[in-house]
Structure formats: C-alpha cells, structure tokens
C-alpha cells in the first residue's frame, strides 16, 4: 500500500512538474512575441524617420523639427495618419485629405528597417554591435534612397556614417586600426584619380562614402564592399542597357549599390574573403 502510494505521489509530481514547464514555455513564448514585436515597431519607427529625411534632405527642409505633412496637398498630419506602417494600409496608400497617392515606397523602407531591426537582434549576439549595424543600416538606405533619386550622397550622410565608423572600434567587430587606415584610401583614392580623368565616371560623394567605408570596415572589407557593388553595378547597368532606359553615355546612382557592398561586407565580409581565397588553396 505504502509502495502504491509513493508511485502515485511521484507521478502526480511528474505532472505538475510537465504542466509548470508548459506554462513557464508559454509565458516565455508571450515575452519573447511581446519583445520582438516592440523592437520591429521601434525600427518601423526610426524607418519613417528615414523616409523624413530622404524627402526633406534634397529639399533643404528642417528633417527635425516641424510637423509632418503631405507632399501633395501640405495638409499637417495627425498622429493616426502616421503610424508607421499600419497607416499606410488603412489609407489604402492615399492621403486622407486630398486623396493623393502615397508612395507605396513608405511602407516598404518602414517594413525593412523592422525587420532589418529584428533580424539584427535576434542574429547579432552583442545588442550594442546590433544597435551599430542597424545605425549603420539606416544611414546606408538613406544615402542609397537620396542617391537613386538625386544622383547626390550629401556630406552630412557621409559623416554620420564616419561617426559610426569611429564608434566601430569600441562597438564593432574587431578591425585593427592599421587596416581601418589603410582602408581609408584603398578604395576612394583609386576612385578619386578615376574621377578626375574620366568626367563623371564617379563623383565625390562616392568616394567620401568609401573613405568612411574604408575607416569601418578595413581594406579588406572595403575592398570586398567594393567588388560587391562592381558586380551589382554592372548588372543593373546591363539591365538598363538592355531596356534601353538610359544610353551609353548616361549615369545611373552607384551609391545603393556601394552602399549594399559595405553592409553585406559589414556581416558577412570574413566569410566572403575566406570563401574566395579558398579557391587558390
């Protein structure tokens, strides 16, 4: 009797225990959900803030301060009107005052930088290094949306991206200082000389955004950031060529694609160097 009780009390033990993990499972499951949805909101957020900046840089317009407005009609918005991307969708992709076309291009740089957010958080085992890269994602996209629509990469894109390049030696992976001086001008240099005997081939804008590049990531990783964007850049101006949208001796904005080679450098710059250099072992 004794020995059938003790059985029965280790099982109902055994339950209780099951049914307290489920529920510690659970519990862990709503934190992490809670978590990762305010972090996709917080970079939806600074992704609206860059839209901000990508249409008032050009213009010469205060990006901090002043309310937000429609580019159409200049009506003020109210806060619903700017929740980031649930607005959006709820206006169907116009403005509620003036029935305007919104850009469906709003949505999509707030989706992108949520998720580019959430995927560095979650992947990206130092917060502080992915707070730094989703900085650095941010500058990247703004100098990448001006550039594709003004052939223009201010200075003031290109500083704040020197800025991060600084904090990098504290934040970032590690890149000795050495190669980060090198880096300087492995790339904008070449660029720079291109630059004056072929008009228009590059402007300075790209070479500054190389310097910074090179300061952040090394000469290797420039290096690799920079045969990314030749590679992306042949294909896109083949592609135009082939559409006939632009004639041989037009330009295109190189920015975005430099600016994607220095991020996928900035991630995966190590592992794409140690593939290529495999392949002379």
Not at 35 to 59: K, Q
Not at 62 to 68: H, K, L
Not at 111 to 133: D, E, H, K, R
Not at 259 to 271: K, M, N, P, T, Y
Request: one cysteine or more; hydrophobic letters at 55%.
């Amino acid at each position: 009797m004794i020995e059938n009780n003790i059985v029965v009390h280790i099982a109902n033990l055994e339950t209780h225990q099951g049914q307290l993990m489920c529920y510690n499972c659970s519990m862990l499951t709503v934190v992490y959900t809670i978590i990762y949805v305010l972090i996709f909101a917080i970079g939806a957020t600074i992704g609206s803030f860059v839209n901000v900046l990508v249409y008032r840089l050009p213009r010469d317009l205060d990006f901090v301060r002043g309310f937000s407005f429609c580019p159409a009609c200049k009506h003020r918005l109210m806060p619903l009107d700017i929740v980031p991307i649930i607005s959006w969708l709820l206006l169907r992709g116009r403005c509620r005052y003036c029935e305007a076309r919104i850009s469906p291009r709003y949505l999509v740089v707030e989706a992108a930088c949520g998720a580019a957010g959430l995927l560095l958080y979650v992947f990206i085992p130092s917060p502080t290094q992915a707070v730094l890269f989703f900085a650095i994602f941010c500058v990247l996209l703004a100098i990448s949306l001006i550039d594709a629509d003004t052939q223009t990469i201010f200075d003031g894109m290109n500083i704040a991206l020197g800025v991060l390049a600084v904090a990098s030696i504290w934040l970032g992976p590690e890149v000795t200082m050495s190669s980060r001086l090198i880096g300087l001008a492995a790339v904008s240099v070449p660029l720079f000389v291109i630059s004056i005997f072929i008009s228009g081939a590059f402007g300075l804008g790209d070479v500054f955004l190389m310097v910074a590049a090179g300061f952040l990531l090394g000469w290797q990783g420039v290096l690799t950031a920079f045969f990314i964007g030749l590679i992306l850049g042949g294909i896109y101006g083949v592609y135009v060529l082939a559409r006939r949208k632009k004639g041989r001796k037009d330009h295109f904005a190189f920015g975005p694609c430099l600016a994607i080679g220095i991020f996928v450098s900035l991630l995966a710059g190590e592992r794409i160097i140690d593939w290529y250099l495999s392949f002379f072992r």
